[in-house]
């Protein structure tokens, strides 16, 4: 079988996009759950070390490349992907704030291929700290700064670097006069959320667990501790400060994932416990000058059952976002020194706005707000009776970047559907100016181009927020082709933002769709919770009528209709297509969750089990099994066309997800249109992605789409 694996990618190369590849065979695999037999005829592909599994995913891998790179119309297509991609002169992605006010942020120019950590200080001077591209030339491999915390007096700055798109960073330390760095790094720090204690010599961070010899990967995500570093010593001279057993009084189970932050300006450290994915959060206070000793006495702020799932503290009280009392959210408050939810005082009382996230500077708590599909931005000074709107000078997509306890204001982003990204300054006045951090490059504010939000009437009656962007010329004569875009998980809500690259497929014609289904947040917590683990189908119906809806108001047909999904996303596009074949020319899920009877086998898929259900309870198998775009999929069903994207280094969604799924539709579809299962070897779920191979990939599902819905220049003749 190896030789035939291994004769069948020489067959793609050398044929290009005119020969598939070998089918993989499918096995007999049989799981049964609570007197249901499930199959699972492609078990074998999740062996992704066996070398008849490497060859047969490599062959299907450069099938997809050869056949995209052989389209009439992709070369055109990639160079103008690559054209508007850098037509800004610079993309900056992260920004913090030191305690004196200086900028720390990652920004890209147009002529690099990955981000940067830069600082500029108050005199606007700017200073190149971290350069990712340095340990590239050591190992070959790309590599990404995943996130970075500046020292409160900015002497220090610690960061973290990952290969490959893996996402599994270690921690540096780096003198930031010397640009030297201190001590060793520190692995297993994926996600350690740094705080650095008042000192500016050690911090706080949370570190995943040592996986000994033949732990099981489920195992990387459990058993996480709180550790307190003082810069300079070894890692293993660390002492825990929150986890399993750590402290009687915090309740950690084995599965949770323990964070501490201290704040400055107040006498107390926060510990935020978290149940994976799950929205609501633990918390815990404690004096920070306790942290770290056996007998810290720390105190419970709220539980889980709470309904908090987000906060922030200013000097010794904390703000919790709650929907104990509307599921738009409110915001209440209680003492640190003595925190007692009954009595909590209400600072921002829900409203028909859905409250979405705030952030506490010196002057002022600064709060986002959605409005229907917009988001606005309110300031409430502290001891003021009620919270004020700010003006911004762009309408549509608002987010908090960063502020300080030390500092007035906050920095911000705005952005809109054909508006890209730039970055300003709110001052204590509640006065916005651009910080000029963010050029507007030639194409990223487009005239020409109109947006119209409308609601379309789901299944069940309930309206579906659906965005939709075209040329101000394009006729409504069921002509254009049309990529509908979702998401609907964790209560994520797509807001209006735009990237440049998006024009080479608007300016072609195309309409671009963006549904807010049931999942996301964009009408509160029930709208979250109406496409959540048993209520899960809501999210594909919900699209499913979107799409209906762009058929019936002439703005494409089903032949000239694409949709597009990433990660959680996968399971709308994929229930999508497997319960409505007939409705779309073409489906890409991009690093897709797709096998959810198995993804809590995978160790991201432990995190996640708040969110989707485990196999071992009857009423959440069942929710995984209806939402599980692999065992959906039916022998002699003429399906769309279907790209599967994924980065083989996804630690977040193994990449067998789409190599099953692929494997399946190959074995299953009539239809005769292609099945292709797209592979990066150096990324993982597009964190971490270089510039080039995020123009590659626009350009691949662009393409693809162009191709299966008829416009003439993609079309081989």
Same mark, same amino acid.
């Given at each position: #079988? +190896?030789?035939?694996?291994?004769?069948?990618?020489?067959?793609?190369?050398?044929?290009?996009?005119?020969?598939?590849?070998?089918?993989?065979?499918?096995?007999?695999?049989?799981?049964?759950?609570?007197? @249901?037999?499930?199959?699972?005829?492609?078990? /074998?592909?999740?062996?992704?070390?066996?070398?008849?599994?490497?060859?047969?995913?490599?062959?299907?891998?450069?099938?997809?490349?050869?056949?995209?790179?052989?389209?009439?119309?992709?070369?055109?297509?990639?160079?103008?992907?690559?054209?508007?991609?850098?037509?800004?002169?610079?993309?900056?992605?992260?920004? *913090?704030?030191? /305690? %004196?006010?200086?900028?720390?942020?990652?920004?890209?120019?147009?002529?690099?291929?990955?981000?940067?950590?830069?600082?500029?200080?108050?005199?606007?001077?700017?200073?190149?700290?971290?350069?990712?591209?340095?340990?590239? %030339?050591?190992?070959?491999?790309?590599?990404?700064?995943?996130?970075?915390?500046?020292?409160?007096?900015?002497?220090?700055? /610690?960061?973290?670097?990952?290969?490959?798109?893996?996402?599994?960073?270690?921690?540096?330390? #780096?003198?930031?006069?010397? *640009?030297?760095?201190?001590?060793?790094?520190?692995?297993?720090?994926?996600?350690?959320?740094?705080?650095?204690?008042?000192?500016?010599?050690?911090?706080?961070?949370?570190?995943?667990?040592?996986?000994?010899?033949? $732990?099981?990967?489920?195992?990387?995500?459990?058993?996480?501790?709180?550790?307190?570093?003082?810069?300079?010593?070894?890692?293993?001279?660390?002492?825990?400060?929150?986890?399993?057993?750590?402290?009687?009084?915090?309740?950690?189970?084995?599965?949770?994932?323990?964070?501490?932050?201290?704040?400055?300006?107040?006498?107390?450290?926060?510990?935020?416990?978290?149940?994976?994915?799950? +929205?609501?959060?633990?918390?815990?206070?404690?004096?920070?000058?306790?942290?770290?000793?056996?007998?810290?006495?720390?105190?419970?702020?709220?539980?889980?059952?709470?309904?908090?799932?987000?906060?922030?503290?200013?000097?010794?009280?904390?703000?919790?976002?709650?929907?104990?009392?509307?599921? *738009?959210?409110?915001?209440?408050?209680?003492?640190?020194?003595?925190?007692?939810?009954?009595?909590?005082?209400?600072?921002?009382? /829900?409203?028909?706005?859905?409250?979405?996230?705030?952030?506490?500077?010196?002057?002022?708590?600064?709060?986002?707000?959605?409005?229907?599909?917009? %988001?606005?931005?309110?300031?409430?000074?502290?001891?003021?009776?009620?919270?004020?709107?700010?003006?911004?000078?762009?309408?549509?997509?608002?987010?908090?970047?960063?502020?300080?306890?030390?500092?007035?204001?906050?920095?911000?982003?705005?952005?809109?559907?054909?508006?890209? +990204?730039?970055?300003?300054?709110?001052? +204590? !006045?509640?006065?916005?100016?651009?910080?000029?951090?963010?050029?507007?490059?030639?194409?990223?504010?487009?005239?020409?181009?109109?947006?119209?939000?409308?609601?379309? %009437?789901?299944?069940?009656?309930?309206?579906?927020?659906?965005?939709?962007?075209?040329?101000?010329?394009?006729?409504?004569?069921?002509?254009?082709?049309?990529?509908?875009?979702?998401?609907?998980?964790?209560?994520?809500?797509?807001?209006?933002?735009?990237?440049?690259?998006?024009? !080479?497929?608007?300016?072609?014609?195309?309409?671009?769709?963006?549904?807010?289904?049931?999942?996301?947040?964009?009408?509160?917590?029930?709208?979250?919770?109406?496409?959540?683990?048993?209520?899960?189908?809501?999210?594909?119906?919900?699209?499913?009528?979107?799409?209906?809806?762009?058929?019936?108001?002439?703005? @494409?047909?089903?032949?000239?209709?694409?949709?597009?999904?990433?990660?959680?996303?996968?399971?709308?596009?994929?229930?999508?297509?497997?319960?409505?074949?007939?409705?779309?020319?073409?489906?890409?899920?991009?690093?897709?969750?797709?096998?959810?009877?198995?993804?809590?086998?995978?160790?991201?898929?432990?995190?996640?089990?708040?969110?989707?259900?485990?196999?071992?309870?009857?009423?959440?198998?069942?929710?995984?099994?209806? $939402?599980?775009?692999?065992?959906?999929?039916?022998?002699?069903?003429?399906?769309?066309?279907?790209?599967?994207?994924?980065?083989?280094?996804?630690?977040?969604?193994?990449?067998?997800?789409?190599?099953?799924?692929?494997?399946?539709?190959?074995?299953?579809?009539?239809?005769?249109?292609?099945?292709?299962?797209?592979?990066?070897?150096?990324?993982?779920?597009?964190?971490?992605?270089?510039?080039?191979?995020?123009?590659?990939?626009?350009?691949?599902?662009?393409?693809?789409?162009?191709?299966?819905?008829?416009?003439?220049?993609?079309? *081989?003749?």
């Amino acid at each position: #079988m +190896r030789a035939l694996f291994a004769f069948a990618a020489v067959l793609a190369l050398a044929a290009h996009a005119q020969t598939a590849p070998a089918p993989f065979p499918p096995g007999n695999t049989q799981d049964t759950f609570f007197g @249901t037999v499930v199959g699972d005829p492609y078990r /074998a592909l999740e062996d992704i070390g066996n070398p008849d599994v490497v060859a047969w995913a490599k062959s299907q891998g450069d099938y997809a490349r050869g056949t995209l790179d052989s389209l009439p119309g992709y070369a055109a297509l990639r160079k103008r992907v690559v054209e508007l991609d850098e037509s800004a002169a610079a993309v900056v992605f992260t920004v *913090r704030l030191d /305690a %004196k006010g200086d900028l720390y942020f990652t920004r890209r120019t147009a002529q690099e291929n990955t981000y940067k950590l830069y600082r500029r200080d108050a005199s606007g001077a700017e200073t190149l700290l971290v350069d990712p591209d340095d340990w590239q %030339k050591d190992t070959g491999k790309p590599h990404a700064i995943n996130y970075f915390a500046p020292s409160p007096d900015g002497t220090l700055v /610690a960061y973290g670097i990952s290969a490959a798109g893996s996402e599994d960073a270690s921690l540096y330390v #780096m003198d930031i006069a010397t *640009r030297k760095l201190i001590g060793e790094p520190i692995d297993r720090a994926r996600f350690p959320q740094v705080s650095w204690r008042p000192d500016g010599r050690s911090f706080v961070y949370m570190r995943l667990q040592e996986r000994k010899p033949g $732990m099981p990967a489920t195992e990387k995500y459990q058993n996480s501790r709180v550790w307190l570093h003082e810069v300079g010593r070894p890692a293993s001279a660390d002492v825990a400060v929150a986890g399993m057993d750590v402290s009687p009084r915090m309740a950690v189970r084995r599965a949770d994932l323990p964070f501490v932050a201290i704040v400055p300006g107040s006498r107390y450290a926060v510990a935020a416990v978290e149940n994976g994915v799950q +929205r609501e959060v633990a918390l815990y206070t404690v004096p920070v000058a306790s942290l770290g000793k056996p007998d810290a006495p720390w105190t419970r702020i709220c539980d889980f059952a709470d309904k908090v799932v987000r906060w922030a503290v200013h000097g010794e009280d904390i703000y919790l976002l709650t929907y104990r009392d509307s599921p *738009r959210f409110s915001i209440i408050r209680t003492r640190l020194g003595a925190p007692d939810l009954a009595q909590a005082t209400t600072v921002v009382p /829900a409203s028909d706005r859905v409250l979405t996230n705030f952030a506490a500077a010196k002057d002022a708590l600064y709060i986002e707000v959605r409005d229907g599909n917009v %988001k606005r931005l309110m300031r409430r000074p502290w001891g003021a009776p009620a919270a004020q709107a700010v003006a911004v000078p762009v309408e549509g997509g608002v987010d908090i970047m960063a502020t300080r306890h030390e500092l007035d204001g906050a920095v911000v982003a705005l952005a809109g559907w054909t508006r890209a +990204r730039q970055i300003y300054a709110v001052n +204590r !006045a509640g006065k916005v100016s651009n910080t000029s951090l963010q050029p507007l490059g030639a194409f990223d504010a487009p005239e020409g181009f109109v947006t119209t939000e409308v609601k379309v %009437k789901s299944h069940d009656g309930a309206m579906v927020p659906l965005s939709i962007t075209h040329r101000a010329d394009v006729k409504l004569d069921g002509s254009s082709p049309t990529l509908l875009y979702g998401y609907g998980a964790y209560g994520i809500t797509e807001e209006p933002r735009y990237n440049a690259t998006r024009l !080479a497929w608007l300016e072609r014609g195309g309409v671009y769709a963006v549904a807010n289904v049931r999942g996301s947040s964009v009408y509160g917590y029930d709208w979250y919770k109406a496409g959540y683990k048993a209520t899960k189908p809501n999210t594909w119906k919900d699209f499913i009528a979107c799409a209906e809806y762009l058929i019936e108001q002439k703005y @494409t047909t089903s032949e000239r209709l694409g949709i597009l999904g990433g990660s959680a996303g996968g399971i709308l596009v994929g229930r999508a297509m497997t319960e409505r074949p007939d409705l779309f020319a073409a489906v890409v899920p991009a690093v897709g969750a797709l096998d959810m009877v198995r993804m809590e086998t995978t160790a991201n898929g432990i995190p996640n089990i708040p969110e989707f259900g485990t196999v071992t309870k009857e009423d959440e198998f069942r929710a995984l099994l209806a $939402m599980s775009s692999y065992h959906h999929v039916k022998e002699g069903v003429a399906y769309p066309a279907v790209m599967l994207l994924h980065g083989v280094n996804d630690t977040r969604v193994d990449y067998w997800h789409s190599s099953k799924m692929a494997a399946r539709l190959l074995a299953a579809t009539t239809s005769g249109k292609p099945v292709l299962l797209n592979l990066d070897y150096d990324a993982g779920h597009g964190v971490g992605s270089t510039k080039v191979q995020r123009q590659r990939e626009t350009a691949d599902y662009f393409a693809f789409l162009l191709w299966q819905t008829g416009h003439p220049d993609f079309q *081989r003749h």
